[in-house]
């Protein structure tokens, strides 16, 4: 019975393939059978997690293939789940801008393909099925990416996107060869004697692994896919690449360092990878005015940020002491949470962009403005999503990243110190980028580009963007539920209990107003706020009401039609002056480094890109060949 | 004693928000005098909100909802520091890293008054909020670099333990000291006041706000100017207060005492160095911070070295 709860998501989605297979003769409604099962799919995923969180590790045996879902999976599908429940709730509007231009049925088998393969990463039992879905990821996502197959564009950015994902798969492949020469086991039930690998041999497989995971996470300078392919795929998608897709690469890390153990050196590397990355993604993010381009390199800041948490938790559990080891959980604790409010606000901002899309018809921020008049709900989500990115209290973004902070600075190590300043710096610069996108899109004056026709985007979509959006609210203001399932995910991995983490984690700010309110009536800082942000408003709302609407702005002078604008071009090109020395140190870290593993594969790409005739043909030979090993995994053979 | 904490931290809190525009007052009284003129009483400032309390605020045709509700929100976020301050007697509510809310909230606030303005649709609040957060961006450099060296000498992130904490270091006081100079560039004061430039750009960020909303935009200005000032004033002079708070109740009120007086005298004489300047332009003060960063950073590696 149990095992059903497992398999129940995996059928429905399979099932949803197969209707919108099905449905290729009647094309113009594909789309809606596809978005209504996944997002069925995604409750039953809600359900299955929450289920495994409450009552423990489930386990279901085909054959010899062996899927579990534990606790730590089980965080990753909750997350999956939301998201992808948002997501499909959000395709049943936003796919209509498809209808008679691209296959809809296409995009309903690949769509629950993707959600399929991502649920089976996290299910994984053993080296070999994980390397199995994680490619069948890669390869699904990588349609998605294609999908308007007619724009050059895409097809180039899902290309680069394939060739360096093949790039990541190797390293990977040969960190999981590493470990099998070493320990003859490719199951994970017998990985845990992995620790007892050679100091050298783990240090090759932890930087193997950093290297081929880092390069899904698109950690700087392994990020150059992102930027080109989050903005090509269609903005549900985008959402689900941006929000969980890439901390994929996250529950592979995690999973695979508490078998490895932890080494001290492993935790700082990572945290300042990640605080550079977190500096350059920024640096990045504020410069570009393309909207999809701008929230992508936001996410290459975010997994930064996420891997910053990482590094400072193996830090803790790299040292003997018994009460490090909650510390570390602390840190882990904050990159799950990260990992759970980065994928709802970055997935409610790039489903907002994606409103912007279907109602303007441009990613360019220099032809928008005003909008939030035309489309009041898409501006209000992405308000709270914004916000809740930036890190303003009291929404999700500053919950993590005021545990990231607090957890990595009570290593008192000045390396990682070094790094929690540049993540401080780039939460501004992250609020600046925000700050652009919400500005330049919605609030400054109405651009003459802005299509008459524009108008709010149809229900399913605000629906999708809401949920997400009103998770940050949630998160933010009740940290709880997120802190509990990421304690219960990572105390059993780390043989603690999750009373014991939680009973220790009692400092939040709004955990301590909620106890306060149990013992007298003592002043909080939330209460003062909430006080005088009732008595302001209710000033402004109810006492003596004089407040003259419609005047005619300041324009010192001209008229609305002659007065300069401000577009999003506009804005902080001053830093490219000051900070300059950041933008050229990305280039040449991008070049010296990533660009001769690039090269290895170019031959591959390019014939790849170029006959194209031959696309479908490589692509069937590779499902081919990826079902022969799933199907020799299946019967033992492997 | 700990009743002495508490009302300590609750006289503070009122204080602060009565002192935040009194102060301003007085600065605008002494660069009267610095100018050879007479210049207004020091409850002008006071007045001058009580009176846009009551005076009819004004909606441009192309604003939209957040310019209306953005200013008692920023206000509301601004004065929420307030309780978590440590005002020389240790703070009851303080808790491991509130200075990181305390941080937060101020540049949360900021943001919010920020898109408010822009959502006033007029071009130049959007230049003004582009020179603004550009600021914004390099002060919060500065801020993360002296926070995070004051974190690894005291080996705490809570603004009580700092003080309590604290031992005579060079590193602290210079990172109190670096938090001062970045919280006179952030409270955008004359050679930095961009954002504002009434000859320039009109007001900037303020220029559609009038009436009530003005008058939250302008409170929760002097608010952040005061408790950035406090903050780094606590950092500075911690080795003191603790001393001080150390001696029992008469010591905590004498540290209390020398924490307003002493923020209040450094707002002063920030008022006055303002009456000395004229602006500047956005690429010098940004050429300005990123020179200061050596101030921080030479406190970081003497934290990291232990003194």
Known sequence: MQEFILLLPTITLALGAIVSALLRWRDRIAYIPASVISAIASLLMITSSIYVLTHGMICYKVYTLLLCMDELSAFYILVLGILSFATSIYSLGYMKRFIGEYSLSWFGIC?????????????????????????????????????????????????????????????????????????????????GAAIYMPKFIKDLVFAFLAVGFGFKAGIVPLHSWLPDA?????????????????????????????????????????????????????????????SKKLLAYSSV??????????????????????????????????????IMSHAMSKGSLFMASGALIYSVGTRNLNLM?????????????????????????????????????????????PLIALAVASAMFASILTAAAVTKFLSSAFLVER??????????????????????????????????????????????????????????????????????????AQLSSLTVAAIIGIVSIALLMFYKVSISRNVEEWLSGSTATTAPGYTAASYFTVFQDIYGVVYRIRLKLLKSIVDPIIRFYNEFSLSYELEQRYTSLAITIMVIALSIILIMALLGVI | MTTVYVTLTIIGSILGLILAPLVD???????????????????????????????????????????????????AMSAATLPLLCYGAPNVLGFYGDIIVILYLIAGSSILLYLGATASGNPYAAIGFSRRFSLLIACELLIAL??????????????????????????????????????????????????????????????????????????????????LVLLGVDITLAPALKYLIELGVTGVIASFILVITSTVIVLVIFGVIEALCGRTRLDYALQFTSKLIVLPIISIVLASIGV
Not at chain 1, 123 to 145: C, H, N, P, Q, R
Not at chain 1, 261 to 277: N, Q, T, V, Y
Not at chain 1, 455 to 462: A, F, L, N, R, T
Request: glycine share 6%.
């Open chain 2, 25 to 75: 007052g007085i600065e605008r009284k002494l660069r009267a005098k610095v100018q050879n003129r007479i210049g207004p009483p020091i409850t002008q400032t006071w007045l001058d909100i009580v009176k846009l309390l009551r005076k009819e605020s004004l909606i441009p045709r192309t604003a939209q909802d957040l310019f209306f509700i953005a200013p008692p929100l920023t206000l």
């Open chain 1, 369 to 413: 403005g005003g909008l939030g008049r035309i489309m009041p709900f898409t501006c209000l989500s992405s308000l709270i999503a914004g916000l809740a990115l930036a890190g303003v209290p009291p929404l999700s973004g500053f919950v993590s990243k005021w545990m990231i902070y607090a957890s990595a600075l009570s290593t008192e190590h």
């Open chain 1, 447 to 520: 651009a003459p580009s802005v299509p008459e026709t524009a108008s709010e985007v149809p229900e399913s979509m605000i629906a999708g963007m809401m949920i997400t959006a009103a998770m940050c609210f949630a998160i933010g203001l009740c940290p709880l539920i997120a802190i509990v399932p990421a304690a219960i995910g990572i105390a059993r991995p780390l043989i603690l209990s999750p009373d014991v983490i939680l009973s220790s984690l009692v400092i939040y700010p709004s955990i301590v107003f909620i106890r306060l309110l149990g013992v007298a």
């Open chain 2, 146 to 227: 002296a926070v995070v060296a004051v974190a690894l000498k005291t080996g705490s992130l809570s603004l009580t333990e700092i003080v309590m904490k604290s031992e005579l270091a060079p590193s602290t006081i210079l990172a109190g000291l670096s938090l001062l100079i970045t919280s006179y560039v952030e409270s955008s004061r004359l050679p930095f006041e961009l954002a504002v430039a009434k000859p320039e750009i009109m007001g900037g960020i303020l220029i559609e706000y009038s009436g009530r909303l003005l008058a939250f935009a302008e409170l929760s200005h002097l608010l952040h100017r005061f408790v």
């Open chain 1, 301 to 338: 800041a975010q997994v930064g940020y996420i891997a910053l948490a990482l590094g400072v938790a193996v830090v803790f559990l790299s040292s003997p002491q018994p009460s490090m080891r909650i510390a570390g959980s602390f840190a882990f604790i904050a990159a799950l949470i990260h």
């Open chain 1, 230 to 290: 989050h903005p090509e795929a269609p903005s549900n998608v985008s959402a689900l690449l941006s929000g969980i897709m890439i901390k994929m690469a996250f529950y592979g890390l995690m999973r695979f360092l508490l078998f490895l153990g932890f080494d001290l050196w492993w935790g700082i590397a990572l945290a300042l990878w990640g605080a550079l990355s977190a500096i350059v993604g920024t640096f990045m993010s504020i410069m570009q005015n393309d």
């Open chain 1, 111 to 191: 769509y629950t393909l993707f959600l399929l393969t991502m649920y089976m990463v996290p299910l994984a039992m053993d080296m070999i099925t994980f390397i199995v879905f994680w490619e069948l990821m890669t390869l699904t996502s990588a349609f998605l990416v294609a999908y308007e197959s007619r724009r050059p564009e895409a097809y180039r950015a899902a290309v680069k996107y394939f060739a360096m994902m093949m790039v990541g798969a190797g390293f990977i492949i040969a960190a999981f060869a590493l470990m099998y020469a070493e320990l003859r086991a490719i199951s994970f039930m017998q990985l």
